[in-house]
C-alpha cells in the first residue's frame, strides 16, 4: 500500500480543488460556496458527511473492519485582505485572499479522503474529516465541539502549511508548539483640561503610558525567565487636541504564552498593575479580558507516532523541528479534548519565487505540498487505527 502513489494519483484534482477554493476565499462563518464545493466533492466519492451550521462540515468513513476513531482536521477561512499575485487563479472576492494556506488544507484532506476510499477495504476503524469554519477568529473549533464533532473520537491530527518551511519537509515536536491568545482592552478616565494648566486636569494620556511600560514588568520580573510570555500593547487612542489635557484613553493588545498555568494568571497580574497604575496618577482604570485560545499542546504518543508517518512519506531527512511560535490555532481547543498532534508542512519554494510568511499579501505555495499533505493524512489515519490503544 503506496499512500504516497495514491495520493499522486489524485494531484490533479486536488490543485484544482485546492486552486477554485483559493480564487473564491471566504472569511469566517460566511463560508458558503466552500462549503458547497466541499459538499459536492463528497458526495462524488460517495461519503456520508453532516452539516454543523453555519458552514462546518463533518464526514465519515467506515472502515471494512471495526476500530476505534481518528479524527482529521482542516480549516476553511480566508482573511480579509487583499492579494496581490498574478497567477490565473488569483482572488476573485475583492478584500479577502486565502494567504494563510487554508485553501490547500481543504484540498488535502479531500484528497485524503479519496486516497482512504482506495483502501477503504484495509481501513480497521472510523475516520472522521472535519472541514472547520472561522480558525482565523477562533470559533469555530468549539463549534465543532459543541455540535459532537468529537463524540467517540480517540485522536484527532491536524497541519498547517507554512510558506517559509520548504516544500518537501514537514516539522512535529512534543508538547506546546503555539501560544495561547488572549485580547484585551483598558480604558482609562482622567479628567480634561487646559494643555497650559495640567494641574486642573486628570492626563488620562499620562496614566495611559504609565500603563503600557508598567505591564512589560510582568514578562521581565514575575514570570520565570526560562518561559516565554508576551504583554503587547498595539493600540493607543488618547486626545482630541494638541492643547487639551486627554480625559480618556482607550488601549488595546495581545498575551500569549506557551504554559496553561502562566495563561491563567495574567489576567490578575494584570489587572493589579493597570488599576494601581491609574490610581498612581489619580485616574480610573477598566479592565477587559477575553480569553481566545488556550496554548497548541502535541499530545507525547501521537507526535511518536506522527513522526513515523512523515518518515514514511517524506523521508527522515525531511523531517524536522521547529521551535515554539507565539502565533495561535483553535486547533488546540481539540487537543483540550482528546490526544493528537498538529503538524507543520513545507510549502514554500525560493527557486519559484514562493516564500513568503503566512498572511503576507504575496503569500502562495508550491503546490507538490497538496499530494504530500494528503498522503500525510491518510498515512497518518491509517498508523493511528493500527497502533492506537497499544502506545
Same mark, same amino acid.
Request: proline letters at 5%.
Given at each position: 500500500?503506496?499512500?504516497?502513489?495514491?495520493?499522486?494519483?489524485?494531484?490533479?484534482?486536488?490543485?484544482?480543488?485546492?486552486?477554485?477554493?483559493?480564487?473564491?476565499?471566504?472569511?469566517?462563518?460566511?463560508?458558503?460556496?466552500?462549503?458547497?464545493?466541499?459538499?459536492?466533492?463528497?458526495?462524488?466519492?460517495?461519503?456520508?458527511?453532516?452539516?454543523?451550521?453555519?458552514?462546518?462540515?463533518?464526514?465519515?468513513?467506515?472502515?471494512?473492519?471495526?476500530?476505534?476513531?481518528?479524527?482529521?482536521?482542516?480549516?476553511?477561512?480566508?482573511?480579509?485582505?487583499?492579494?496581490?499575485?498574478?497567477?490565473?487563479?488569483?482572488? @476573485?472576492?475583492? !478584500?479577502? $485572499?486565502?494567504?494563510? %494556506?487554508?485553501?490547500?488544507?481543504?484540498?488535502?484532506? +479531500?484528497? =485524503? /479522503?479519496?486516497?482512504?476510499?482506495?483502501?477503504?477495504?484495509?481501513?480497521?476503524?472510523?475516520?472522521?474529516?472535519?472541514?472547520?469554519?472561522?480558525?482565523?477568529?477562533?470559533?469555530?473549533?468549539?463549534?465543532?465541539?459543541?455540535?459532537?464533532?468529537?463524540?467517540?473520537?480517540?485522536?484527532?491530527?491536524?497541519?498547517?502549511?507554512?510558506?517559509?518551511?520548504?516544500?518537501?519537509?514537514?516539522?512535529?515536536?512534543?508538547?506546546?508548539?503555539?501560544?495561547?491568545?488572549?485580547?484585551?482592552?483598558? @480604558?482609562?478616565? !482622567?479628567? $480634561?483640561?487646559?494643555? %497650559?494648566?495640567?494641574?486642573?486636569?486628570?492626563?488620562? +494620556?499620562? =496614566? /495611559?503610558?504609565?500603563?503600557?511600560?508598567?505591564?512589560?514588568?510582568?514578562?521581565?520580573?514575575?514570570?520565570?525567565?526560562?518561559?516565554?510570555?508576551?504583554?503587547?500593547?498595539?493600540?493607543?487612542?488618547?486626545?482630541?487636541?494638541?492643547?487639551?489635557?486627554?480625559?480618556?484613553?482607550?488601549?488595546?493588545?495581545?498575551?500569549?504564552?506557551?504554559?496553561?498555568?502562566?495563561?491563567?494568571?495574567?489576567?490578575?497580574?494584570?489587572?493589579?498593575?493597570?488599576?494601581?497604575?491609574?490610581?498612581?496618577?489619580?485616574?480610573?482604570?477598566?479592565?477587559?479580558?477575553?480569553?481566545?485560545?488556550?496554548?497548541?499542546?502535541?499530545?507525547?504518543?501521537?507526535?511518536?507516532?506522527?513522526?513515523?508517518?512523515?518518515?514514511?512519506?517524506?523521508?527522515?531527512?525531511?523531517?524536522?523541528?521547529?521551535?515554539?511560535?507565539?502565533?495561535?490555532?483553535?486547533?488546540?481547543?481539540?487537543?483540550?479534548?482528546?490526544?493528537?498532534?498538529?503538524?507543520?508542512?513545507?510549502?514554500?519554494?525560493?527557486?519559484?519565487?514562493?516564500?513568503?510568511?503566512?498572511?503576507?499579501?504575496?503569500?502562495?505555495?508550491?503546490?507538490?505540498?497538496?499530494?504530500?499533505?494528503?498522503?500525510?493524512?491518510?498515512?497518518?489515519?491509517?498508523?493511528?487505527?493500527?497502533?492506537?490503544?497499544?502506545?
Amino acid at each position: 500500500m503506496n499512500i504516497l502513489k495514491l495520493a499522486a494519483d489524485h494531484r490533479r484534482r486536488m490543485v484544482n480543488l485546492r486552486r477554485q477554493f483559493h480564487m473564491y476565499p471566504e472569511t469566517g462563518w460566511k463560508e458558503y460556496e466552500t462549503c458547497n464545493k466541499i459538499q459536492s466533492a463528497l458526495d462524488s466519492l460517495k461519503i456520508p458527511f453532516r452539516s454543523i451550521p453555519p458552514t462546518g462540515i463533518i464526514a465519515t468513513i467506515e472502515g471494512a473492519q471495526p476500530g476505534r476513531t481518528v479524527a482529521l482536521r482542516a480549516d476553511m477561512d480566508a482573511l480579509p485582505q487583499p492579494e496581490k499575485n498574478n497567477h490565473d487563479y488569483v482572488s @476573485r472576492n475583492p !478584500g479577502v $485572499s486565502h494567504v494563510c %494556506g487554508h485553501d490547500a488544507h481543504m484540498a488535502m484532506l +479531500l484528497g =485524503a /479522503a479519496s486516497v482512504l476510499t482506495d483502501i477503504q477495504d484495509q481501513v480497521r476503524g472510523t475516520i472522521k474529516l472535519i472541514f472547520q469554519p472561522a480558525e482565523e477568529i477562533f470559533g469555530g473549533a468549539r463549534a465543532i465541539i459543541e455540535a459532537g464533532g468529537l463524540d467517540g473520537v480517540d485522536g484527532i491530527f491536524g497541519l498547517h502549511i507554512l510558506g517559509n518551511l520548504p516544500v518537501g519537509q514537514a516539522a512535529v515536536a512534543p508538547g506546546a508548539i503555539m501560544s495561547a491568545a488572549n485580547h484585551f482592552t483598558v @480604558r482609562v478616565s !482622567g479628567r $480634561s483640561g487646559h494643555g %497650559g494648566l495640567p494641574h486642573e486636569g486628570v492626563d488620562a +494620556l499620562l =496614566a /495611559a503610558a504609565a500603563i503600557v511600560m508598567n505591564l512589560q514588568s510582568i514578562t521581565s520580573r514575575e514570570i520565570n525567565p526560562l518561559e516565554t510570555a508576551v504583554v503587547s500593547i498595539g493600540r493607543l487612542e488618547a486626545g482630541t487636541a494638541y492643547n487639551i489635557i486627554a480625559g480618556t484613553a482607550m488601549l488595546e493588545g495581545t498575551t500569549r504564552c506557551f504554559s496553561e498555568e502562566i495563561n491563567k494568571d495574567l489576567p490578575g497580574k494584570m489587572e493589579r498593575i493597570i488599576r494601581n497604575t491609574a490610581s498612581a496618577y489619580a485616574a480610573d482604570a477598566e479592565f477587559d479580558y477575553t480569553p481566545s485560545v488556550p496554548p497548541t499542546v502535541n499530545d507525547d504518543f501521537c507526535t511518536r507516532l506522527v513522526e513515523k508517518s512523515i518518515d514514511t512519506i517524506f523521508g527522515r531527512e525531511k523531517r524536522t523541528q521547529l521551535a515554539p511560535v507565539t502565533g495561535a490555532e483553535d486547533f488546540a481547543f481539540y487537543l483540550q479534548q482528546v490526544p493528537g498532534v498538529f503538524v507543520f508542512l513545507g510549502g514554500g519554494n525560493k527557486e519559484k519565487g514562493l516564500a513568503f510568511p503566512q498572511h503576507h499579501e504575496s503569500f502562495d505555495i508550491d503546490e507538490d505540498a497538496v499530494e504530500l499533505g494528503a498522503a500525510l493524512y491518510a498515512r497518518y489515519a491509517m498508523d493511528f487505527l493500527n497502533v492506537a490503544g497499544t502506545g
